[in-house]
Nanobody, 115 residues
Framework: QVQLLESGGGLVQPGGSLRLSCAAS????????MGWYRQAPGKQRELVAT???????KYADSVKGRFTISRDNAKNTVLLQMNSLNPDDTAVYYC?????????WGKGTLVTVSS
């Protein structure tokens, strides 16, 4: 059973930056894919960014050029550096890990972009 612990959310002004961190525990195996999803009020959960163990990345069009995902495979951690934040980025951000075809989710961390 994989447990995911997210941190780094909070309140930031438009144009500001935040870095989210997610640490996976409970597995002695390196996790295939780790990434971030978000869910804004009244909307469906959507992909933000993912990164495979081999380094392949995928980004939502809305965050390309502003967000960067990185991983420490040995530690099973994933980071999301978010720059140039705007109010549309306000959401609960969830960490997701995929191991042997099974998806695991964190509890989420709230990011609020507001002046």
């Amino acid at each position: 059973q994989v447990q995911l612990l997210e941190s780094g959310g909070g309140l930031v002004q438009p144009g500001g930056s935040l870095r989210l961190s997610c640490a996976a525990s409970g597995s002695s195996f390196s996790i295939d894919t780790m990434g971030w999803y978000r869910q804004a009020p009244g909307k469906q959960r959507e992909l933000v960014a993912t990164r495979t163990i081999s380094g392949s990345t995928k980004y939502a069009d809305s965050v390309k050029g502003r967000f960067t995902i990185s991983r420490d495979n040995a530690k099973n951690t994933v980071l999301l550096q978010m720059n140039s934040l705007n109010p549309d980025d306000t959401a609960v951000y969830y960490c997701k890990a995929q191991l042997f075809g099974v998806d695991y989710w964190g509890k989420g961390t709230l990011v609020t972009v507001s002046s």
